[in-house]
């Protein structure tokens, strides 16, 4: 990249120097910019380094197109200067507008993610101080949103525009409504004067179109009863078993003003409209239960999407270690019961197949019978908050309608101090052959690899565990997006959880088609704000995992983690095809393959590198771990996200390379759905 020496308005080498940082610059890159040539990935450094003053000054004038290809990316100087701007809270006089986005950030509304459209909604949310992030597109920013929740239990926001943009986040909605997700949509529907006249022809009645993606929800068109339908929504995301709640607010709505909280109907304080009371167990259950775990040799504990939600992870490991009961987790997030205790089963699939007591706690997604692979005689208890959910999908011998904190604490302190060591034993027994087998398929991985010139996915995980569990950085700092279809298959085998929100589980249930990019901007939003359970590790970088065919749906999101500063690094398994590529070639197929395929060997790092981001090539096992050491401290240092390209073939995914696509198991960390 060369810095321009003609007459032009340009910048000279010392000006750059003086911006830069230039103690974390690289000697190579301090001579280049002294001989009129700055290295891409050296331009970056210094650019985020020297902030929005370089980031200014860099600003190229007008030029011709062969010049145009040599201008460089560059944060404006507006992104760090709004976002450094006092919060502007509104006080009455208010728009109706103002007076959702006051509502909440009094309910601690924790993070908003959206693109540009419904406007009067998105600049009075920013104006109120919440976190919010502007992204490419409407679906992948409520996968942000859903993965921001995910990894912090709190509530997050996302918005659309009328037709076009709400209509991409359906997808979206529908997984976070699978994982049972407290996400607040916001969608703006043009004006309720324009009803029936197609005027703009983007007028939608949005709310069919989430029927059965949501737990509530409602077109605003009384303008004086804004706040009490805020009312309902956040006592409907608060409260109970969690999905989205959709509101839509037309013109009349947004745009209302208000001259004192007297004109607003239902106004009250959040003390009033809500509870923060939650339902406590039938003593006479309780005693049941523990009747039942004293009967059982191996009892088991599936922690679920409620364990999170309600923050139960202490009391749960009060009562697996009080009483001797294996947990193993079925979430879409992990790490709210460690993987490396001694009662963890989540890695331990043979002793999940001798559980002979199963207790569901907060399983708020219930599989069907013969979903877990639990033996068809084991009990089953159920502890849910919604007692009209109890007995669906899946007979259940006791059933305990509480909240699974409280339930969790009447069990600690109903259970007998007991010791299991044989059931401790089997259990170590099963992660250890776990860890073996997946050992077995990291070495054939090497041998495949070397063999096709290529990387192996089960090298990718191996590689990836090693790194992050096993090297200079703290097991439980770094949080993970899994994703991906095939890749998944593997890299779940080799992840771990040390904590609550380590691990957002991209794929549980809905298996939406390459959100990971989307979910990365989230869980790396979280990080980066430190919240709820990562504060401890606020500003680490996080972790991605995706496919070829994911990484079309949302690897634009870069530009979004590169503006950011989010420092994400994506790993992409590319096998050049879709997962599912046999199914072109087999099962009678003529004339289908070619739909299966893309081109091979292309090249998603330079894609990156093209949004402000950093990309890295691998198509040997050697390779992977300088690849993921670079991009590490690229992130860690500077802020800067990467994508690192990983060369595979599509052949992994056949029987001439077995294991080929390993199944998944539920529960527990190969778990793809459940």
Known sequence: MKIKKDNKP?????????????????????????????????????SALAGAGAAAVMQAPQASAHESAEMNINIPEEIPRTLAEAAQPANFPMTGAQVFAKFCSDEGLAGFFCCPGNYNMINAIAAEGIPCYGGRTEGNMTSAADGFSRVTGEIAATSGTEGPGFTNMIMNIGAANAARTPLLVIASNKTIGEDDTEHGIQTAYQQAQTEGLKKWGKRMITPNRIYEYSAYAFRQL????????????PGEISGARFEEPGELQYYHDKTRYRTESRAHPDPADITRAVQMIAAAERPMIVASTGVFYDKAWEVLLEVAEKNDIAVTESAPQRGHFSDGHPLSASTGLDAVRSADLVILVGQYCMPSVGEFAFPPEAKWIRIDPDATDIGRNLPIDLGIVSSESAALEALAEALPNRSRQAWREELASARKAFDDQ???YYQLGLKYSADTDSIHPAVIGKELNSFLYNGDIAPDETTVVSGG??????????????????????????????????????????????????????????????????????????????????PAIMIVYNNNAWGVWPSGGGRGAVRAQHMYLFQENLRYDKVVEALGAHGEYVTSPEQMKPALQRCYDLAAKEGIPSLINCQGKKEFWTNQYPPAMPRHFAPGALAYYK
């Open 238 to 249: 608060k409260t109970g078993v969690p999905k989205p709640v959709h509101l839509d607010f």
């Open 438 to 440: 997946s050992e077995e």
């Open 10 to 46: 340009s910048v000279d080498a010392e000006t750059i120097l003086d911006l830069a940082d230039t103690d974390n610059m690289s000697k190579c890159a301090k001579e280049d910019v002294k001989d009129g040539i700055l290295s891409r990935r050296d331009f970056i450094r210094t």
């Open 485 to 566: 279809y095939g890749i998944g298959r593997y890299t779940r085998r080799y992840l771990r959880a040390f904590r609550p929100g380590q691990i957002c589980n991209g794929a549980y249930q809905y298996g939406a088609i390459g959100p990971d990019i989307g979910y990365a901007v989230g869980v790396g939003a979280a990080v980066q704000h430190g919240v709820g359970p990562q504060a401890p590790y606020k500003g680490a970088p996080i972790f991605g995992v995706t496919g070829d065919a994911g990484a079309g749906y949302s690897i634009m999101e870069f530009e979004t983690l590169s503006k950011y500063r989010i």
